[in-house]
């Protein structure tokens, strides 16, 4: 008699978890681009502190978005070598359909434009990955090229942009 409540409870538990898994919206985010139209830049080509900022943009970006819950970021293997051989930001939807044949229902792209060491902006870009429609944008300009203006843009967007209003999956 006890194995069979049992039995019946455990169905009961895993609803509302399960419901919250087939809730959240698959999204794949891909690396962040740098546009870099700064003297500096076109003299002595890419920073390597830059490099190691722009790389962990889209992991922490990725940690943020399956955090809240509302979000489960795909694994990009499968297109891995493709996105990254790719101009994400002009290559006329190409991340849609990376994103579709990944397992998401929308693609995440981004740049940092750095203007100077003291003006950068960062921009997210969200695609419906059926369609390639762009469903929004958004963008913060900060000041300083470091580790913390980098991290406090992203986390500026995050809060006050994707995860921003209501529980709805969609940003």
């Not at 978005?65 to 795909?74: E, F, K």
């Not at 994103?99 to 434009?113: I, K, N, S």
């Not at 695609?127 to 900060?142: I, K, N």
């Amino acid at each position: 008699m006890r194995g069979l409540r049992l039995a019946m409870m455990v169905p009961m538990l895993l609803s509302p978890s399960m419901a919250a898994l087939a809730a959240q919206t698959k999204v794949a985010v891909f690396e962040f681009e740098l546009i870099d139209t700064s003297l500096e830049g076109a003299m002595n080509g890419p920073r390597a502190d830059e490099q190691r900022r722009l790389a962990g943009l889209a992991d922490e970006l990725r940690r943020r978005l399956a955090a809240s819950g509302r979000y489960a970021p795909v694994d990009l293997s499968p297109v891995a070598a493709e996105a990254r051989a790719s101009n994400l930001q002009a290559c006329g939807g190409c991340d849609a359909g990376l994103a579709r044949r990944a397992g998401a229902e929308l693609a995440v792209t981004g740049t940092v434009q750095k203007v100077s060491n003291l003006i950068l902006n960062m921009n997210i870009y969200v695609r419906d990955a059926t369609d390639g429609h762009l469903v929004t944008q958004m963008s913060a300009d900060f000041r300083g090229n470091t580790d913390e203006s980098w991290s406090r843009a992203l986390d500026w967007l995050v809060r006050n942009r994707m995860l921003a209003g209501g529980s709805g999956a969609r940003p």
